[in-house]
């Protein structure tokens, strides 16, 4: 099973754009790249996935290099609702036990 | 609104007491997972359903838990004897069955059911 990293916290302002990057290297070939946020007292909730190069969706984008062993889920022009915990995952086709690490908790200040 | 719902929301109980708590995915969805969450952690897999079949169980779940999923629809799971150290969030996700192409694993989930152990 793929073991990603990320930053335990991060902190940003209203308006800016927020870039927080999960490393996967041992990612294997079928394993797709997936983020969730999730805000306190609530589930995980799904945010985008990608298996390679850039996807685009009404709430983020992932980037994601030709080597795949990194991604960066980038949040356009944040606002404080923004404010709560991401999870970088890597899904494989084979494997239902998701490994979720601590995640990134990111705050935003007004 | 149709997504996952689970219940109880908030369950207090005394050390050595039993709990149950339910989920009800969303009504297309075949597959049903379990977590268990403490403060400050990500997700911790407890166990998958497909349809009514429990296909995988984490090694790490003590034999005082038990899911069950019958008839394919809503989910029990059940804590005996419940320790301290079972005080966490319970989450239930849900997910469609896969769609013959590549995995598109996105998991629905419920809002959990908070579980203190006194």
């Known amino acids: 099973l793929a073991k990603t990293t990320q930053p335990i916290s991060m902190d940003s302002y209203e308006g800016q754009e927020v870039n927080i990057t999960c490393s996967h290297n041992?990612?294997?070939?079928?394993?797709?790249i997936t983020w969730y946020q999730q805000f306190p007292s609530q589930g995980p909730r799904f945010i985008i996935q990608?298996?390679?190069?850039?996807v685009t969706n009404e709430v983020a984008s992932l980037f994601i290099p030709a080597d795949r062993k990194s991604s960066t889920l980038s949040l356009p022009r944040v606002s404080l609702s923004d404010t709560a915990v991401y999870y970088c995952l890597v899904v494989a086709d084979s494997n239902y036990q998701l490994i979720w690490g601590a995640g990134t908790k990111l705050i935003i200040k007004p | 609104d149709t997504g996952v719902s689970q219940d109880p929301r908030h369950k207090i109980t005394k050390r050595g007491q039993n709990v149950t708590f339910r989920c009800d995915p969303i009504?297309?969805?075949?597959?049903l997972y379990w977590y268990r969450q403490t403060l400050g952690q990500g997700p911790e897999f407890l166990t998958y359903?497909?349809?009514?079949?429990?296909?995988?169980k984490s090694r790490l779940l003590s034999d005082r838990f038990s899911a069950e999923r019958p008839k394919g629809s809503f989910s029990t799971l059940e804590i005996q004897r419940t320790e301290q150290g079972d005080s966490a969030m319970y989450l239930c996700a849900s997910s469609p069955p896969r769609d013959g192409g590549g995995i598109n694993e996105k998991l629905f989930f419920g809002s959990g059911t908070q579980l203190s152990v006194l």
């Open positions: 990608g298996y390679k190069t850039k």
């Open positions: 359903f497909q349809n009514e079949a429990q296909l995988e």
């Open positions: 009504s297309e969805h075949n597959r």
């Open positions: 041992n990612i294997a070939t079928n394993d797709y």
